[in-house]
């Protein structure tokens, strides 16, 4: 079974040395074992928007009604990450922090990887925690093109600096050593902005020309993102691979 969540919440940071691995039995991984990677990546870049009906809701823009929106970059900044693993009643955890410039369009994304035991885990949880910033490392960044119902194009940018917990976990899974494992959390961009008219985006304040939303610029817009954040975040679950040569 597996289960993912998406929490908006005050969190504590988890104190612990980058790419660290250890066992609550004081065991070591062994070297044999299979590499279990996560992998946090964007897709639906391009989505059409919605234009407002007389009654007030959002309805599907037609083809007389080409407002649109395409993404074409989302940049992350993970502040933590932890991978718990059970098995045969004890718990392997790995750490990571400050994961920094993740590209989400990459094909070749550089994942989090470590090594585990090989055997059946009866569960597998990892979280992935956003740390809001003082500074320009903010916890997620995308940026693209706005092309209003006029047909003007217009730059956006949306700005997340609050604090989250990406949560997704997966029972009874099975490591060997002869595949690898990769936990994968997809960014659905068409969802950022559901139930959003064009007309919303359209009348947007512009900041040296560009819709910036963020919680300083376009707030009202920016708290219906965060609201669709939970719908746009996905876990892909766990897939096994061919073994990488070591």
Not at 14 to 35: I, P, Q, W, Y
Not at 67 to 86: D, G, Q, Y
Not at 212 to 234: D, G, P, Q, R, T
Request: proline letters at 1%; one cysteine or more.
């Amino acid at each position: 079974m597996e289960k993912s969540i998406l929490k908006l919440s005050t969190i504590a940071l988890l104190a612990c040395a980058t790419m660290v691995s250890c066992k609550k039995d004081n065991t070591t991984t062994s070297s044999s074992g299979a590499e279990v990677a996560f992998a946090l990546t964007a897709d639906n870049a391009t989505s059409t928007l919605g234009i407002t009906s007389a009654n007030g809701p959002v309805v599907n823009a037609t083809a007389a009604v080409n407002a649109s929106i395409n993404w074409t970059s989302a940049i992350a900044n993970i502040s933590r990450f932890k991978l718990e693993a059970k098995k045969n009643g004890i718990e392997t955890e790995i750490h990571s922090k400050n994961i920094s410039g993740l590209d989400l369009f990459s094909l070749n994304q550089a994942s989090i990887t470590a090594l585990i035991d090989t055997g059946t885990y009866s569960e597998i949880e990892i979280k992935v925690l956003l740390v809001k910033s003082s500074g320009t490392d903010i916890p997620l960044t995308v940026k693209g093109v706005f092309t209003s119902a006029g047909g003007a194009v217009v730059p956006i940018e949306f700005d997340y600096n609050d604090n989250a917990i990406l949560k997704s976990e997966v029972e009874n899974v099975t490591v060997d050593g002869t595949s690898d494992v990769t936990a994968k959390l997809s960014l659905h961009l068409n969802k950022l902005l559901s139930r959003i008219s064009s007309a919303e985006i359209d009348a947007a304040t512009r900041t040296n020309g560009t819709i910036i939303i963020s919680n300083s610029s376009n707030a009202a817009i920016y708290n219906k993102v965060i609201a669709n954040i939970i719908l746009a975040f996905e876990a892909r679950g766990f897939e096994k691979h061919t073994r990488k040569g070591r």
